[in-house]
């Protein structure tokens, strides 16, 4: 898991949560129904259009708005493999941990369709020819990410995974 692969959707700065995952959304806890609207707000496609695998590149405060953890789910649930931005809001950054989302802070210059490899081990992003160095992840952040995120995470301490 720490080499992920995929083709770049890129955004700009302050993607907040309600674009990431609209609010009229939350009455339910279908997360289809979530990743079938996720980023419309943006780009009305997306959901349709990406796929399993595929990273999300954005630039300053990605995540920012309301504290629901419904933005990173909805990410993942959609197929996104990773997300990679030049920074994140916090509690974004905190709720991707939790959920399994993987992510990278890094100035990243990418085209949508480009081909972006992240290895979350080394901190680096790699698009094309050109390597792009990012803020490596602690390594109990890490263990959280493999282990499937914080619930997974804290069963699997306890034997019980």
């Given at each position: ?11 700009g ?15 339910t ?11 419309e ?21 990605f ?31 905190r ?22 490899e ?19 992840m602690?390594?109990f ?11 997974a ?9």
């Amino acid at each position: 898991m720490s080499m992920i692969r995929g083709k770049a959707w890129v955004f700009g700065d302050d993607v907040d949560t309600d674009v990431i995952i609209p609010g009229k959304y939350l009455r339910t806890k279908d997360m289809s129904l979530w990743a079938k609207h996720v980023m419309e707000g943006l780009d009305p496609q997306f959901a349709a259009r990406v796929q399993k695998g595929d990273i999300v590149v954005a630039g300053r405060n990605f995540g920012s708005g309301s504290s629901r953890e419904q933005a990173p789910r909805a990410l993942k649930e959609a197929g996104v493999a990773a997300v990679v931005a030049s920074s994140f809001a916090r509690i974004f950054y905190r709720n991707a941990i939790n959920v399994g989302l993987p992510l990278i802070e890094a100035d990243v210059d990418a085209k949508a369709g480009d081909i972006v490899e992240v290895d979350l081990l080394a901190g680096t992003v790699r698009v094309g020819e050109r390597s792009f160095r990012g803020t490596k992840m602690p390594d109990f952040l890490l263990e959280i990410l493999q282990d499937g995120g914080l619930v997974a995470h804290r069963r699997k301490q306890k034997g019980l995974a």
